[in-house]
């Protein structure tokens, strides 16, 4: 299977979960607004996402990944299943602690990593009881995680990356039914734990039917464990680098006018799609592929299969940037402009997407990146890297904070990530680990060309398209503005890019 097919399935996949997603948020959107409600909520949902972010997803991947899959080449499967088996055990042990320690010391954890919500102790005290609601759903996330990369593995990504579908399901569920709880905000807390169970038990199945069964064993330290753990510190660390600038985020933004959290919240929202659509397809299918060709000493392929990978992140990643950067307020306006959302949330969430998408295109390559060392059972030179990218985003964070508020905290996380991918970069490049095809550049530069090309039309037209929309239809406005100008874009870049498969043709047949 190739790594597009294999990437095509998880993008599509992450593409309908998104669409679930964006459903779910117009729908939150409409019932909490932007204000006080909303924020506290945003609180309680980041907080064990950020942890999840640190102990699960890349962090664990990374490390659980290449390690199994050099024990499966070796060892068999039934080698593989004792491992997997083992890392459960530690990971449920590791979550319980950690759950309880939260649990009970919720009131300090919120108090200090969204320490504004103080100053109202009624939107702290309702942060704090939905953080204890929510919290749960950081084991449910892990046990997750884990399942989900045995599955990925074995090169079966479909039920994994349809999971989260199961979250925003539940979450709009809940909404729905939120004359039911005491207030909006409780009703998605507790659609966000349902989300998390009803995910496990979906990927428990499908492990099961795949035949890939997990028993729960005691946790026991061997060499292939410590070789595990080993990997994992560092790419706790890692991972805990970025979690750091999403803290300053959370930390800062509290400070700010009320709503500022939900402006980035939703821009986010924005930001993430072509990050997970495509970075993270990618990224997931990449690794156990490139896991594989590392451990295979008479594969020199690896470099170039890199390569390729981050070629497509960034074809796809900066006509995205541009469209985001550009389009992003007639898109927030379409999706979310409707019951408690107003125009001002429009406007702040509208100015912090266009500061995120300066640095899509290396958001998007980042994951590719960082497989090319976690493959080879690197996980502390990414961690070197990214500490120097961190003081560059929360120093930045703190200097453009005040001029152009949460916009400012927005821009400076898109800096961090550029500097990090590109410091990632530079360091595979040296130790000729990555090599970019020659087909893949010349669709890197038209794409580049063609963007430019796109920003000059839409800066151009996008007055008299607006001008035309309010005569004909003054109601419709942003969708007929965004429907014209998007398909325009989409036309200027296939002609780009069909321009450099034209080219490359031409070559190939010299």
Same mark, same amino acid.
């Given at each position: 299977?190739?790594?597009?097919?294999r990437?095509?399935?998880?993008g599509?996949?992450t593409?309908?979960?998104?669409?679930?997603?964006?459903?779910?948020?117009?729908?939150?959107?409409?019932?909490l607004?932007?204000?006080?409600?909303a924020?506290?909520?945003?609180?309680?949902f980041?907080?064990?996402?950020?942890?999840?972010?640190?102990?699960?997803e890349?962090?664990?991947?990374?490390?659980?990944?290449?390690?199994y899959?050099?024990?499966?080449?070796r060892?068999?499967e039934?080698?593989?299943? &004792?491992?997997?088996?083992?890392?459960?055990?530690?990971?449920?042990?590791?979550?319980g602690?950690?759950?309880?320690?939260?649990?009970?010391?919720?009131?300090?954890?919120?108090a200090?990593?969204?320490?504004?919500?103080?100053?109202?102790?009624?939107?702290?005290?309702?942060?704090?009881?939905?953080?204890?609601?929510?919290?749960?759903y950081?084991?449910?996330?892990?046990?997750?995680?884990?399942?989900?990369?045995?599955?990925?593995?074995?090169?079966?990504?479909?039920?994994?990356?349809?999971?989260p579908?199961?979250?925003?399901?539940?979450?709009?569920a809940?909404?729905l039914?939120?004359?039911a709880?005491?207030?909006?905000?409780?009703a998605?807390?507790?659609?966000?734990?349902?989300?998390g169970?009803?995910?496990?038990?979906?990927?428990?199945?499908?492990?099961?039917?795949g035949?890939?069964?997990?028993?729960?064993?005691?946790?026991r330290?061997?060499?292939?464990?410590?070789?595990?753990f080993?990997?994992?510190?560092?790419a706790?660390?890692g991972a805990?680098?970025?979690?750091?600038?999403m803290?300053?985020?959370?930390?800062?933004?509290?400070?700010?006018?009320i709503?500022?959290?939900?402006y980035?919240?939703?821009?986010?929202?924005?930001?993430q799609?072509?990050?997970a659509?495509?970075?993270?397809?990618?990224?997931?299918a990449?690794?156990?592929?490139?896991?594989?060709r590392?451990?295979?000493?008479?594969?020199?392929?690896?470099?170039?299969?890199?390569?390729?990978?981050?070629?497509?992140?960034?074809?796809?990643?900066?006509?995205?940037?541009?469209?985001?950067?550009?389009?992003?307020?007639?898109?927030?306006e379409?999706?979310?402009?409707?019951?408690?959302?107003?125009?001002?949330?429009?406007?702040?969430a509208?100015?912090?997407?266009?500061?995120?998408?300066?640095?899509?295109?290396?958001a998007?390559?980042?994951r590719?990146?960082v497989?090319?060392?976690?493959?080879?059972?690197?996980?502390?030179?990414p961690?070197?890297?990214?500490?120097?990218?961190?003081?560059?985003?929360?120093?930045?964070k703190?200097?453009?904070?005040?001029?152009?508020?949460?916009?400012?905290?927005?821009?400076?996380?898109?800096?961090?990530?550029?500097?990090?991918?590109?410091?990632?970069?530079l360091?595979l490049?040296r130790?000729?680990?990555i090599?970019?095809?020659?087909?893949?550049?010349?669709?890197?530069?038209?794409?580049?060309?063609?963007s430019?090309?796109?920003?000059?039309?839409?800066?151009?037209l996008?007055?008299?398209?607006?001008?035309?929309?309010?005569?004909?239809?003054?109601?419709?406005?942003?969708? &007929?503005t965004?429907?014209?100008?998007?398909?325009?874009s989409?036309?200027?870049?296939?002609?780009?890019?069909?321009?450099?498969e034209?080219?490359?043709?031409?070559?190939?047949?010299?």
């Open positions: 299977m190739s790594l597009i097919r990437a095509g399935t998880v599509g996949l593409l309908l979960s998104r669409l679930f997603g964006f459903g779910r948020d117009v729908v939150m959107a409409a019932i607004g932007a204000g006080p409600l924020d506290a909520f945003m609180v309680a980041r907080l064990p996402n950020h942890f999840r972010a640190i102990f699960a890349g962090a664990f991947n990374s490390a659980f990944i290449p390690t899959a050099a024990l499966r080449h060892g068999g039934a080698v593989a299943a &004792a491992f997997r088996s083992t890392i459960l055990s530690w990971s449920l042990v590791a979550n602690i950690l759950l309880v320690v939260a649990l009970t010391a919720t009131g300090w954890v919120v200090i990593l969204a320490p504004g919500l103080t100053d109202d102790p009624r939107q702290w005290e309702l942060a704090v009881a939905l953080t204890r609601i929510t919290f749960p950081l084991a449910c996330m892990a046990v997750v995680t884990l399942l989900s990369g045995v599955l990925n593995a074995h090169d079966r990504f479909a039920a994994a990356a349809a999971a579908i199961l979250l925003n399901v539940a979450m709009t809940a909404l039914l939120a004359f709880f005491p207030t909006a905000a409780h998605a807390a507790w659609g966000v734990v349902v989300g169970v009803l995910q496990v038990v979906f990927v428990a199945a499908a492990c099961a039917k035949g890939l069964r997990i028993r729960l064993s005691l946790p330290l061997d060499p292939a464990v410590m070789t595990f080993r990997r994992f510190g560092p706790i660390l805990g680098g970025v979690q750091i600038a803290f300053a985020d959370t930390i800062i933004a509290t400070f700010l006018p709503g500022s959290l939900s980035l919240y939703y821009a986010d929202r924005l930001y799609l072509p990050l659509v495509v970075g993270i397809a990618i990224g997931t990449l690794l156990p592929d490139l896991s594989r590392v451990a295979d000493p008479g594969d020199a392929s690896a470099p170039a299969a890199l390569g390729h990978a981050v070629a497509v992140c960034l074809v796809v990643g900066i006509p995205c940037a541009i469209g985001l950067a550009l389009l992003g307020d007639l898109v927030i379409v999706l979310f402009a409707r019951g408690a959302f107003t125009p001002a949330a429009v406007a702040g509208a100015g912090a997407l266009a500061a995120y998408a300066i640095g899509l295109p290396a998007v390559s980042l590719a990146l497989a090319g060392f976690h493959a080879r059972g690197d996980t502390l030179t961690v070197k890297a990214l500490g120097l990218s961190t003081v560059v985003n929360v120093g930045l703190l200097l453009l904070v005040g001029p152009l508020v949460h916009a400012g905290l927005a821009l400076a996380t898109a800096v961090g990530v550029t500097v990090y991918a590109g410091i990632l970069a360091w490049a130790g000729k680990s090599r970019i095809p020659f087909d893949d550049r010349s669709r890197i530069v038209t794409t580049t060309a063609g430019l090309l796109v920003s000059a039309a839409i800066l151009l996008r007055a008299p398209i607006e001008a035309l929309s309010m005569t004909d239809a003054p109601q419709w406005q942003a969708e &007929a965004l429907a014209a100008l998007g398909m325009l989409i036309g200027l870049f296939a002609i780009a890019f069909g321009a450099a034209m080219w490359n043709r031409r070559r190939k047949r010299r």
